[in-house]
């Protein structure tokens, strides 16, 4: 069946612009996460839904970061007043369960000008 | 503490060298454990999962010690094409289950 689904692949966007990327989990998949990856840098974790459970939103990094999921569905992650520090690729991925092995979209790969 | 902390490499070595991984995890509640590789502006995917008994797949070994909250990936006769970067993988328990990765760590192997 289909992977996880990022979109977009690439954005460019303004300084002080609004931003607004898509995922769409496998299908069944509970669980849902966000990361950012700065060049050269590690996984950074971001917000973590499970179900309908209130979601996991430690990892954001301010409030400009925000992200929902309706169910079991697609998630949206929002970044609000962007700043050049935002640009990295952002990775989506989900599981079956809390436990199971996480499944990646190719990320999108945001860059601040 | 990190929740999740690997070598930080980068690692060189030649090919047909065995190298080692080794990744500790502070939540003594963790229930899974994986190796992801991540290959350069790609996405992590999974390269094994780890299981207490100690599992192989081909040239690699994956170990867990849960005693001592370690987990370790051996790769025997690296190949040019296992250059990638390593992620520890952890399925903690801090509020709810959720998946931690570790930072990494590069492997460079060259002819």
């Known amino acids: 069946g289909a992977g996880v689904s990022q979109s977009p692949s690439n954005k460019v966007t303004e300084k002080g612009k609004d931003v607004e990327l898509r995922c769409d989990p496998i299908?069944?998949?509970?669980?849902l996460y966000w990361y950012r990856q700065r060049l050269g840098q590690g996984l950074e974790f971001l917000i973590y839904?499970?179900?309908?459970?209130?979601?996991?939103k430690s990892g954001l990094p301010s409030d400009r970061f925000s992200a929902e999921r309706t169910g079991e569905s697609v998630s949206t992650l929002t970044i609000q007043r962007t700043q050049q520090e935002d640009s990295a690729v952002y990775l989506c991925?989900?599981?079956?369960?809390?436990?199971?092995?996480?499944?990646f979209g190719q990320g999108t790969r945001l860059t601040v000008v | 503490r990190k929740e999740v902390e690997q070598d930080p490499g980068p690692f060189n070595v030649p090919e047909g060298a065995t190298v080692a991984f080794n990744c500790t995890y502070s939540?003594?509640?963790?229930?899974?454990f994986f190796w992801y590789r991540q290959d350069c502006r790609k996405e992590p995917k999974l390269l094994m999962s780890?299981?207490?008994s100690g599992n192989e797949d081909g040239r690699f070994t994956a170990q867990l010690n849960r005693a001592s909250q370690y987990i370790s990936l051996l790769i025997r006769d690296s190949k040019l094409s296992d250059s990638a970067t390593y992620l520890c993988?952890?399925?903690?328990?801090?509020?709810?289950?959720?998946?931690?990765f570790g930072a990494g760590t590069r492997l460079f192997v060259k002819a």
């Open positions: 993988v952890v399925n903690g328990n801090t509020g709810g289950f959720k998946t931690i």
């Open positions: 299908s069944g998949h509970t669980a």
């Open positions: 839904f499970q179900g309908n459970s209130a979601p996991d």
């Open positions: 991925a989900s599981s079956l369960g809390s436990v199971t092995e996480a499944f």
């Open positions: 939540n003594s509640a963790s229930q899974s």
């Open positions: 780890v299981y207490s």
